[in-house]
């Protein structure tokens, strides 16, 4: 146990992630930042843009170059100054190659490398996958400690990376406390709630086709219900907004944009449902947080999904879209008692404090490693 009565444990987290305050990663660093016990550490935030957050050391490092010259260059003149006791690289990548200090990094998934056409929109799409993959490369080999959110993700992590087996540790992540007070009484509104994202991977015009024709093939079912999505992508909102416009159903379509955590705390407790059609996830907040409320899922057959959930959600086919309908109809129709109090109990177990718990225990187990990577 590292012991500083007068010196506080410099930790440095890559921050640049808080610049958008929608998503799992942001909410991981929050977890680190609101948990962790200010009398032991000393929190540093390195963002490209400006953040003002409480409690900790701000600094901002303005982007001259290109991504990697911020990561290779100014962020390690700027640990030189710092000399941190650690640096957190918290999103799959981040590491300065040539860096000194000891290094923790947190690889959420490795879809960017698993999902076809992920770099479809860069201009050039097969520069950009490479950097990319030599990023995260050299961030796992440089790191002392690897953290994954989940069992799936380290399996990915080690078959695509050789040798660094022993370097990595499954941390899950957490819900908000919010999630885990008693369960509202569910007064279901007649809507679906997708608040897992918007972009390509996500599905969502999937899962708009399968509802206009599952408003043909099953009227009495879905003439009411509508669907509302979270999120801010102007570019899916737009496409999403075309396609359910081509297929006549614009007026059920709805998206609601960046919410607070309460405003989506409310919009997910009068759900009728929670869809989550995305082909690819590291891990799967949302699943928890309706589990959290006692609403019944519907989810991609994803193995990450099976991981955290278990049997609570509806499982569907990505490539079968009739098992979409299939489910969501199961879902809306049907009693869940037994199900969704299962999944009641299981989402308890993901709280940000525990995740928070055992991410200062690889802290101090990795100030403590005098090893050279």
């Known amino acids: ?47 490209v843009l400006p953040l003002y957050l409480k409690n ?36 799959n990548y981040g590491i300065p190659f040539i860096t000194p200090f000891k290094t923790i990094l947190t690889v959420h998934d490795l879809i ?20 990319y993959r030599w990023e995260i490369n ?44 008693t369960p509202k009484p569910n007064v279901f509104s007649n809507y679906l709630l997708c608040h897992g994202g918007l972009g390509d991977r996500k599905n969502n015009s999937m899962l708009i086709r399968c509802f206009a024709e599952a408003s043909l093939k099953y009227p009495i079912i879905f003439k009411n219900l509508k669907i509302i999505f979270t999120g801010d992508n102007r570019h899916q909102i737009d496409e999403l907004t075309y396609l359910s416009r081509s297929l006549g159903i614009d007026n059920r379509i709805n998206f609601a944009g960046c919410l607070t955590k309460s405003q989506l705390f409310n919009l997910l407790c009068g759900a009728k449902a929670v869809i989550y059609p995305s082909s690819a996830e590291g891990f799967g907040i949302p699943v928890l947080e309706a589990m959290s409320q006692k609403i019944p899922i519907v989810a991609s057959n994803l193995p990450v999904f099976h991981e955290v959930a278990d049997d609570v959600p509806l499982y569907f086919n990505i490539k ?25 109990v299981l989402a308890e177990k993901y709280t940000w404090n525990h995740t928070i718990e ?9 100030m403590n490693d005098d090893t050279v990577n």
């Not at 953290?147 to 499954?170: A, D, G, L, R, W």
């Not at 879209?321 to 009693?335: F, H, K, N, R």
């Not at 055992?358 to 990795?366: N, Q, R, S, V």
Request: include cysteine.
């Open 1 to 47: 146990m590292i012991l500083r009565k007068f010196n506080r444990i410099k930790l440095v987290l890559d921050g640049r992630y808080l610049e958008n305050t929608y998503g799992g990663i942001a909410n991981y660093l929050h977890a680190i930042i609101n948990y962790l016990d200010k009398d032991k550490y000393s929190i540093f935030v390195i963002s």
């Open 56 to 91: 900790v050391e701000n600094i901002t490092i303005p982007l001259k170059i290109h991504r990697l010259y911020w990561e290779q260059i100014q962020l390690e003149e700027l640990l030189k100054k710092i000399k941190p006791d650690l640096y957190h690289a918290t999103a």
């Open 112 to 131: 960017p490398l698993s999902v076809h056409n992920y770099f479809q929109n860069s201009k050039f799409p097969f520069i950009s996958k490479m950097l």
């Open 138 to 181: 050299s961030s796992i080999n440089k790191a002392k400690v690897i953290i994954c959110n989940s069992k799936y993700t380290s399996k990915e992590v080690i078959s695509k990376f050789h040798q660094i087996k022993n370097k990595i540790v499954v941390i899950p992540m957490g819900i908000d406390n919010l999630y885990l007070r």
């Open 320 to 344: 079968q879209p009739e098992s979409l309908i299939q489910s969501i109809i199961t879902a809306v129709s049907e009693s869940h008692a037994s199900r969704v109090g299962k999944g009641r």
């Open 358 to 366: 055992l991410t200062d225990h690889i802290y101090e187990k990795t």
